[in-house]
C-alpha cells in the first residue's frame, strides 16, 4: 500500500534536481516580492530611530519596549514590525495565523496577492516541464505559462469558493462553537489543550484534502491539456479517491520533508542580535531555509505529476505539443 506513492516521490525530487534554475527562478520570484516591501520597512525604521541610542540597541538585540512603541504609533506596513518577524518566530507566527484564521494587515494580503498571482503565471511552466521531463527551454516555459495562466485563474476562484467556505464556516465552527462546548467543565487545562491540538489536526487534513485535490487538478489539466477547469477539479477528485493509498502517503512523505525543514531550521536559526558577520549569518540561514521551502514545494507538483502520469502507464506524457522556436505560433505573430 502506497508503494507508488513512495516511488513517485523519489521520482518528483529527481526531476526537480534535473531543473536546478526552475528553483532559482522561483526563489528570485519570492525576493522580487519581498525586497520592495524590505526596502519600504527599512526606511521606517531608519527615519523613526534616526542617530539615537535606540538605533544602537536595536542593532545589537532585540528591544522589545522600542518595537511596541514603533509598532503603537505607526501605520500601514509599520504595524506588522514585531518580535513575532524574527527568526523562527516568522513561521510559528504565520502557522498560528493560519490554525486561528487571523486576518493580517491590508498591505500583507496585498503583497501576498500579487505573490500568489505570480505563482498561478509560473505554475503552468513549472507542472508543464516536470510533466514532460526534459528541458522546455524559455519558449515552452512561457507559452506553458501563458496558456494556462487564465485557466488557473478560473480554478482559483473554485479553491478560493471552497477555502472561503472552510475559514468562514467551517473554521467557526470547530473553534467558537465546538471548542467552548467541548471545554467547558474541564479543569485540566493539558486536556483542553489536548483538543484544540485534534480540532486543529481534523481542520488541517481537511485543508490538506483540498490542497491536494486542486494541485492534481493542475497537474490533469496540464498533462491531458484540459480546458474547462470545473472538469479538471473534478477528475482531481476522482484521482484521489481511486487512488487514495498512494496520494495519502505520497502527501505525508511530502509534508514530512517539510515538517524536517521547518524543524531543522528551527534548531539551527542564530540567534537575534549583532552586526557584522552576525547579521549576514542569519541573512543567510534565513535565504537557505527559503530555498529549502521552495524546494519541498516544487517536489510536491513533481511527485504528484509523477503519480497522475504512472497511472497512464507513460512518463513524460503531455497532450499539448511542445511549442519550438521559432514554430511556435507565438514567434509566428511576432
Known sequence: ???????????????????????????ALTLVVTLPIAAVMRSLLARHLG????????ASGVNYDWMQEFSDQAAGLGVTFKPTIIGFGAVADNLSAFLDNVERP?????????????????????IDRYARDRPTHAAGFF?????????????????AIVYSALFSSLHPLLFERL???????????????????????????LVAVCVTMFDYAKVRAIV???????????????????????ASTLFLVNFACFAVVVGIYAAIVPAVGGT????????????????ARLWVK???????????????????????????????????QI
Open 276 to 291: 557584522g558577520v552576525s547579521m549576514w549569518l542569519t541573512v543567510m540561514t534565513g535565504q537557505l531555509y527559503l530555498l
Open 224 to 246: 491531458e491539456d484540459r480546458r474547462s477547469m470545473l472538469s479538471a477539479a473534478v477528475e482531481g477528485i476522482r484521482f484521489v479517491r481511486r487512488n487514495p493509498a498512494d
Open 106 to 126: 491590508v498591505v500583507i494580503v496585498a503583497a501576498a496577492t500579487v505573490y500568489i498571482l505570480l505563482w498561478i503565471f509560473v505554475a503552468g511552466g513549472i
Open 143 to 159: 507559452t506553458a505559462s501563458g496558456v494556462f495562466f487564465f485557466r488557473f485563474l478560473r480554478l482559483g476562484v473554485l479553491q
Open 179 to 205: 471548542y467552548p462546548k467541548l471545554v467547558h467543565d474541564l479543569t485540566v487545562e493539558r486536556t483542553a489543550f489536548l483538543i484544540r491540538i485534534a480540532l486543529y489536526l481534523v481542520f488541517g487534513a
Open 298 to 332: 516544487l517536489v510536491f507538483w513533481a511527485s504528484e505529476t509523477a503519480l497522475f502520469q504512472s497511472r497512464l502507464a507513460h512518463v513524460g506524457y503531455v497532450s499539448r505539443p511542445e511549442p519550438r522556436w521559432p514554430e511556435s505560433p507565438q514567434a509566428e
Open 51 to 58: 542617530a539615537s541610542l535606540a538605533a544602537e540597541a536595536a
Open 1 to 27: 500500500m502506497g508503494g507508488a506513492g513512495l516511488n513517485a516521490w523519489r521520482d518528483g525530487i529527481r526531476r526537480v534536481n534535473r531543473a536546478p534554475a526552475l528553483l532559482a527562478a522561483v526563489w
